[in-house]
């Protein structure tokens, strides 16, 4: 069995926008996307430590009918070639649809856990949303959470808080 670091795409790979309220939102489009620093060298550090990476993106807007899906699936292959990840695992669904893959459920790493053959409990996610955390938890990982101060619920009790991806790489490599 693999290990995985699981990484959320907007706000731990790249740039989040904020609406009025302080809420995270997604780049409008791929000219509005933006590597967040850092995030390159720490999946390569990730990487070189035996993991795989595998991004586990919301994409609600796809349903909602505010993004193409063609859109969303060109800024997804450039932030996998960006910071070089293994796969980047999408739920394009809103909360009423009822699916299984939309975070805060585990789908999306269970998912890729059965395809990868990785081992779920050697795992990580990676997040900046409440969702990242318990979608992690449901699925048997530990978690990071990368703290952006939105104004949203905070999750409860992950492994670790940190700033950023690269905060997290020391403790994810050592565990």
């Not at 795409?9 to 309220?21: E, I, P, Y």
């Not at 967040?36 to 060298?41: D, F, M, Q, R």
């Amino acid at each position: 069995m693999r290990r995985a670091v699981f990484l959320d795409r907007d706000g731990v790979l790249n740039a989040a926008r904020r609406d009025a309220k302080g809420r995270p939102l997604p780049p409008a489009d791929a000219a509005d996307l933006v590597i967040l620093p850092g995030v390159p060298e720490a999946c390569a550090a990730l990487r070189a430590a035996g993991f795989l990476l595998i991004g586990a993106t919301n994409q609600p807007d796809i349903a909602r009918g505010t993004a193409s899906a063609d859109e969303v699936a060109r800024m997804n292959r450039l932030v996998a070639e960006a910071v070089g990840l293994d796969e980047m695992a999408l739920c394009p669904h809103d909360d009423a649809d009822g699916c299984a893959c939309r975070k805060p459920l585990p789908g999306l790493l269970t998912a890729a856990a059965a395809t990868h053959g990785i081992e779920l409990s050697a795992s990580w996610m990676v997040g900046d949303r409440w969702r990242d955390i318990e979608a992690g938890r449901a699925a048997g990982c530990r978690t990071a959470f990368v703290q952006a101060h939105y104004a949203e619920r905070q999750p409860d009790a992950p492994d670790i808080t940190v700033a950023s991806l690269a905060e997290a790489v020391p403790h994810i490599v050592n565990s």
